[in-house]
Protein backbone atom coordinates (compact mmCIF):
# COMPACT_ATOMS: atom_id res chain seq x y z
CA UNK A 1 0.00 0.00 0.00
CA UNK A 2 1.91 3.41 -0.84
CA UNK A 3 1.97 5.90 1.62
CA UNK A 4 2.91 9.66 0.94
CA UNK A 5 3.77 11.35 3.87
CA UNK A 6 3.50 15.28 4.30
CA UNK A 7 5.68 16.64 7.54
CA UNK A 8 2.52 18.66 9.19
CA UNK A 9 -0.47 18.82 8.73
CA UNK A 10 -1.17 22.87 9.62
CA UNK A 11 1.47 25.13 9.33
CA UNK A 12 1.65 29.18 10.31
CA UNK A 13 4.99 31.45 9.27
CA UNK A 14 5.33 34.70 9.30
CA UNK A 15 5.65 36.71 6.15
CA UNK A 16 9.90 36.95 4.84
CA UNK A 17 9.98 33.66 6.76
CA UNK A 18 11.91 30.75 5.12
CA UNK A 19 9.79 27.58 5.06
CA UNK A 20 10.38 24.11 4.41
CA UNK A 21 7.41 21.22 3.15
CA UNK A 22 9.29 17.94 3.24
CA UNK A 23 7.33 14.61 1.72
CA UNK A 24 7.86 11.23 2.00
CA UNK A 25 7.32 8.16 0.08
CA UNK A 26 7.59 4.22 0.56
CA UNK A 27 7.39 2.95 -2.47
CA UNK A 28 10.40 3.49 -4.27
CA UNK A 29 8.47 5.79 -7.27
CA UNK A 30 10.72 7.62 -9.30
CA UNK A 31 8.32 10.82 -9.87
CA UNK A 32 7.24 13.41 -7.06
CA UNK A 33 5.34 16.30 -7.45
CA UNK A 34 4.08 19.35 -5.38
CA UNK A 35 0.83 21.55 -5.73
CA UNK A 36 -1.02 23.77 -4.32
CA UNK A 37 -4.62 23.60 -4.09
CA UNK A 38 -6.88 26.88 -3.62
CA UNK A 39 -10.56 27.61 -3.70
CA UNK A 40 -11.70 28.28 -7.43
CA UNK A 41 -8.37 27.14 -8.81
CA UNK A 42 -8.33 23.10 -8.37
CA UNK A 43 -4.69 21.53 -8.13
CA UNK A 44 -2.06 23.75 -9.56
CA UNK A 45 1.78 22.31 -10.20
CA UNK A 46 4.71 23.49 -8.45
CA UNK A 47 7.33 21.41 -9.46
CA UNK A 48 8.19 17.67 -10.26
CA UNK A 49 10.97 15.43 -10.05
CA UNK A 50 11.41 12.45 -12.16
CA UNK A 51 15.07 11.41 -10.42
CA UNK A 52 17.51 12.54 -7.48
CA UNK A 53 18.65 15.64 -7.82
CA UNK A 54 16.30 16.12 -11.15
CA UNK A 55 13.71 19.05 -11.09
CA UNK A 56 11.56 20.45 -13.51
CA UNK A 57 9.42 23.73 -13.05
CA UNK A 58 5.36 23.04 -12.85
CA UNK A 59 2.91 25.64 -14.10
CA UNK A 60 3.73 28.00 -11.12
CA UNK A 61 6.89 27.95 -10.07
CA UNK A 62 7.36 31.37 -8.80
CA UNK A 63 8.40 31.99 -5.14
CA UNK A 64 9.05 28.10 -4.55
CA UNK A 65 12.16 26.48 -4.81
CA UNK A 66 12.61 22.14 -4.07
CA UNK A 67 15.31 19.68 -3.07
CA UNK A 68 15.42 16.01 -3.71
CA UNK A 69 18.61 14.52 -2.34
CA UNK A 70 16.69 11.03 -1.82
CA UNK A 71 14.51 9.22 -4.06
CA UNK A 72 12.11 9.03 -1.39
CA UNK A 73 11.95 12.87 -0.38
CA UNK A 74 11.04 15.65 -1.70
CA UNK A 75 11.23 19.16 -0.10
CA UNK A 76 9.54 22.31 -1.37
CA UNK A 77 10.91 25.86 0.03
CA UNK A 78 9.64 28.81 0.56
CA UNK A 79 12.30 31.08 0.34
CA UNK A 80 10.72 34.12 1.59
CA UNK A 81 6.96 33.21 2.50
CA UNK A 82 4.40 35.72 1.58
CA UNK A 83 0.62 36.20 2.13
CA UNK A 84 -0.39 34.73 -1.09
CA UNK A 85 1.25 31.41 -0.44
CA UNK A 86 -1.38 30.81 2.05
CA UNK A 87 -2.97 27.43 0.57
CA UNK A 88 -3.28 23.63 0.72
CA UNK A 89 0.08 21.99 -0.42
CA UNK A 90 -0.29 18.30 -1.47
CA UNK A 91 2.84 15.99 -2.59
CA UNK A 92 2.52 12.95 -4.61
CA UNK A 93 4.31 10.33 -6.31
CA UNK A 94 4.11 8.09 -9.27
CA UNK A 95 6.06 5.48 -11.18
CA UNK A 96 8.26 6.92 -13.91
CA UNK A 97 5.95 5.45 -16.63
CA UNK A 98 2.59 5.75 -14.43
CA UNK A 99 2.94 9.29 -14.37
CA UNK A 100 -1.19 10.16 -14.55
CA UNK A 101 -1.64 7.56 -11.67
CA UNK A 102 -0.43 9.52 -9.07
CA UNK A 103 -0.17 8.90 -4.59
CA UNK A 104 -1.04 12.05 -3.32
CA UNK A 105 -0.24 12.79 0.48
CA UNK A 106 -2.90 14.56 2.98
CA UNK A 107 -1.86 18.13 2.38
CA UNK A 108 -0.11 20.80 4.82
CA UNK A 109 -2.23 23.97 5.19
CA UNK A 110 0.24 26.64 5.19
CA UNK A 111 -0.95 30.22 6.81
CA UNK A 112 0.99 33.30 6.16
CA UNK A 113 0.58 35.98 8.50
CA UNK B 1 -6.73 30.48 -17.50
CA UNK B 2 -8.55 27.16 -16.25
CA UNK B 3 -7.86 24.15 -19.16
CA UNK B 4 -10.28 21.68 -17.55
CA UNK B 5 -13.32 22.93 -16.22
CA UNK B 6 -16.20 21.80 -13.96
CA UNK B 7 -18.92 23.87 -13.59
CA UNK B 8 -20.99 22.60 -10.86
CA UNK B 9 -18.92 22.52 -7.90
CA UNK B 10 -21.61 20.69 -6.10
CA UNK B 11 -24.04 17.41 -6.51
CA UNK B 12 -26.60 15.49 -4.45
CA UNK B 13 -27.98 12.55 -5.55
CA UNK B 14 -30.02 9.70 -3.55
CA UNK B 15 -28.89 6.37 -2.59
CA UNK B 16 -28.93 4.08 -5.19
CA UNK B 17 -29.69 6.61 -8.17
CA UNK B 18 -27.30 7.80 -10.81
CA UNK B 19 -24.34 10.20 -10.21
CA UNK B 20 -22.99 12.07 -13.29
CA UNK B 21 -20.31 14.61 -12.62
CA UNK B 22 -19.29 16.44 -15.55
CA UNK B 23 -15.97 18.24 -16.98
CA UNK B 24 -15.16 20.28 -20.05
CA UNK B 25 -11.70 21.11 -20.97
CA UNK B 26 -10.18 23.54 -24.36
CA UNK B 27 -6.96 22.37 -24.89
CA UNK B 28 -7.55 20.12 -28.60
CA UNK B 29 -3.95 18.87 -27.56
CA UNK B 30 -5.03 16.73 -24.12
CA UNK B 31 -5.21 13.05 -25.16
CA UNK B 32 -5.62 11.58 -21.74
CA UNK B 33 -7.84 12.06 -19.25
CA UNK B 34 -8.59 10.66 -15.42
CA UNK B 35 -10.52 11.50 -12.09
CA UNK B 36 -9.68 11.41 -9.16
CA UNK B 37 -11.61 11.22 -5.74
CA UNK B 38 -11.06 13.00 -2.46
CA UNK B 39 -12.24 12.28 1.19
CA UNK B 40 -11.80 15.17 3.67
CA UNK B 41 -8.31 15.02 5.20
CA UNK B 42 -7.11 12.94 3.03
CA UNK B 43 -5.38 13.13 -0.73
CA UNK B 44 -6.84 12.72 -3.72
CA UNK B 45 -6.90 9.28 -5.17
CA UNK B 46 -6.85 7.68 -8.83
CA UNK B 47 -10.48 6.81 -9.82
CA UNK B 48 -10.41 6.05 -13.69
CA UNK B 49 -9.05 6.84 -17.26
CA UNK B 50 -9.56 7.10 -20.61
CA UNK B 51 -7.39 7.46 -23.39
CA UNK B 52 -8.86 9.82 -26.51
CA UNK B 53 -8.93 6.62 -28.82
CA UNK B 54 -11.83 5.31 -27.01
CA UNK B 55 -15.36 7.16 -25.95
CA UNK B 56 -16.23 5.14 -22.85
CA UNK B 57 -14.02 3.29 -19.71
CA UNK B 58 -15.96 1.04 -17.56
CA UNK B 59 -14.27 -0.05 -13.94
CA UNK B 60 -17.19 -1.37 -12.15
CA UNK B 61 -19.81 0.73 -10.69
CA UNK B 62 -17.97 3.61 -12.44
CA UNK B 63 -17.82 4.81 -16.16
CA UNK B 64 -16.24 7.55 -17.85
CA UNK B 65 -17.88 8.88 -21.10
CA UNK B 66 -15.27 11.07 -23.63
CA UNK B 67 -16.99 13.59 -26.16
CA UNK B 68 -13.93 14.76 -28.35
CA UNK B 69 -16.00 16.78 -30.55
CA UNK B 70 -17.55 18.93 -27.69
CA UNK B 71 -14.20 18.76 -25.53
CA UNK B 72 -16.45 17.04 -22.29
CA UNK B 73 -16.00 13.95 -20.09
CA UNK B 74 -18.16 12.37 -17.59
CA UNK B 75 -18.73 10.20 -15.07
CA UNK B 76 -21.08 8.29 -14.17
CA UNK B 77 -21.46 6.54 -10.95
CA UNK B 78 -24.22 3.64 -10.87
CA UNK B 79 -25.44 2.84 -8.18
CA UNK B 80 -24.84 5.91 -6.19
CA UNK B 81 -22.97 4.76 -2.18
CA UNK B 82 -22.90 6.89 0.90
CA UNK B 83 -19.65 6.02 0.56
CA UNK B 84 -18.87 7.79 -2.23
CA UNK B 85 -19.61 11.02 -1.10
CA UNK B 86 -16.74 13.01 -1.78
CA UNK B 87 -14.79 15.48 -4.29
CA UNK B 88 -14.16 14.50 -7.16
CA UNK B 89 -11.39 16.38 -9.66
CA UNK B 90 -11.07 15.80 -12.98
CA UNK B 91 -7.97 16.05 -14.99
CA UNK B 92 -6.06 15.84 -18.27
CA UNK B 93 -2.90 15.87 -20.02
CA UNK B 94 -1.04 16.05 -23.43
CA UNK B 95 1.00 12.68 -24.39
CA UNK B 96 3.14 14.51 -26.05
CA UNK B 97 4.41 17.19 -23.12
CA UNK B 98 3.71 14.12 -20.78
CA UNK B 99 1.63 13.20 -17.80
CA UNK B 100 4.15 15.00 -15.37
CA UNK B 101 2.23 17.94 -16.10
CA UNK B 102 -1.53 17.15 -15.31
CA UNK B 103 -4.43 20.10 -15.29
CA UNK B 104 -6.62 19.70 -12.51
CA UNK B 105 -10.39 21.07 -12.57
CA UNK B 106 -11.62 22.64 -9.42
CA UNK B 107 -13.54 19.80 -7.66
CA UNK B 108 -16.94 18.98 -7.77
CA UNK B 109 -18.39 17.56 -4.24
CA UNK B 110 -20.91 14.36 -4.59
CA UNK B 111 -23.50 13.81 -2.04
CA UNK B 112 -24.85 11.07 -1.68
CA UNK B 113 -28.01 11.06 0.60
CA UNK B 114 -28.80 7.52 2.19
Known amino acids: DVKVTQSSRYLVKRTGEKVFLECVQDMDHENMFWYRQDPGLGLRLIYFSYDVKMKEKGDIPEGYSVSREKKERFSLILESASTNQTSMYLC????????????FGPGTRLTVT | DQQVKQNSPSLSVQEGRISILNCDYT??????FLWYKKYPAEGPTFLISISSIKDKNEDGRFTVFLNKSAKHLSLHIVPSQPGDSAVYFC?????????????FGTGTRLTVIP
Open chain 2, 27 to 32: NSMFDY
Open chain 2, 91 to 103: ASYSMRTGANNLF
Open chain 1, 92 to 103: ASSLLDRAHEQY
